[in-house]
């Protein structure tokens, strides 16, 4: 893919920051320049005292996105993989935990990296037409930018687990009935419905718009920093058994191991 010298573009008005996507040619995919210029933007952004809504929309006729960019993932060791893993899940992290409300506008394909970012965003809307999928089971890899996690939050694990296990695609209708997104709209009217909305909420005092979003995401936080330190400690315990030192001796030996439950 040819370097193009904006992926990106952004506008700022009466409180209201906008970044759209501008890699029409490449389906709006991402790569790790898009990736960086996009956490620079969104790190701006959050710490713009004028800036009380983000809304994310894309100058893509066919889609929102259609990822992560899978070519230079093909290209990649263990290592670069997991790195690139890293660089969106920097993204998915800002737009969930940066001051400012997120409002997302889809249309077209929104695929992989595009559903997780959008289910890092606060609020979704919909083009009729719009197609949703986490199809990375079928390049061999699993949600790798937070769809695993995140997903599941909003759809439910059943859902989630459908979609992620088989890479199948929803309808924005389908998006709706399971929580994905929180209006369907008709394609014309998309960044109106975006924009009224978000000058809505722009309305509103900076610091309860703020403060509502930390006061809701903590739920999710504390269950991730809670879970995290549960599993910690239910991995530590288990040092103390015999069925551990078995295991992994067994391991080192090439042999099964012989668990005695103690
Ligand atoms: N990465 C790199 N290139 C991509 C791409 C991607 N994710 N998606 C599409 N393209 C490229 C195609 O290779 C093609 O390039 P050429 O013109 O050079 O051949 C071009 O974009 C147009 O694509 P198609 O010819 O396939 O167009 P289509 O209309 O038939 O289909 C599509 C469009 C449904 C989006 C289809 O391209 C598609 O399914 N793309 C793959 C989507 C995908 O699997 N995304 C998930 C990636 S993994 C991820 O996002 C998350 C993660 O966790 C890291």
Not at 198 to 205: C, D, F, L, Q
């Amino acid at each position: 893919m040819e370097k193009e010298p904006t992926n990106l573009k952004v506008d700022i008005k009466n409180g209201i920051g906008t970044i759209t996507l501008n890699r029409p040619k490449f389906l709006n995919v991402f790569n790790e320049e898009t990736l960086d210029e996009f956490a620079s933007i969104l790190d701006e952004i959050g710490r713009n005292e004028n800036v009380k809504v983000l809304v994310l929309l894309s100058a893509c006729k066919k889609a929102f996105t259609a990822g992560a960019d899978i070519k230079q993932m093909s290209a990649k060791d263990r290592e670069g993989g997991k790195r690139f893993a890293q660089m969106g899940h920097r993204i998915a992290r800002k737009l969930e935990t940066m001051p400012q409300p997120v409002i997302i506008g889809i249309h077209g394909y929104t695929l992989g990296g595009g559903v997780e970012f959008a289910c890092a965003c606060d609020i979704r809307i919909a083009a009729e037409g719009s197609v949703f999928s986490q199809p990375e089971i079928d390049i061999g890899v699993i949600p790798g930018w937070g769809g695993t996690q995140r997903l599941s939050r909003i759809v439910g694990i059943a859902k989630a687990k459908e979609m992620i296990y088989t890479g199948k695609r929803i309808d924005a209708h389908e998006a709706m009935e399971i929580g994905l997104v929180n209006h369907v709209v008709p394609r014309e009217n998309l960044e109106d419905v975006v924009m009224a909305l978000a000058e809505t909420m722009a309305s509103k005092g900076k610091h309860a718009l703020f403060n509502a979003k930390r006061a809701i995401n903590q739920l999710h936080e504390s269950f991730i920093e809670d879970g995290l330190a549960f599993e910690v400690e239910r991995w530590t315990e288990l040092f103390d058994t015999y069925d551990q030192k078995e295991g992994m001796r067994a391991f080192l030996e090439g042999r099964h191991p012989k668990f005695e439950d103690r």
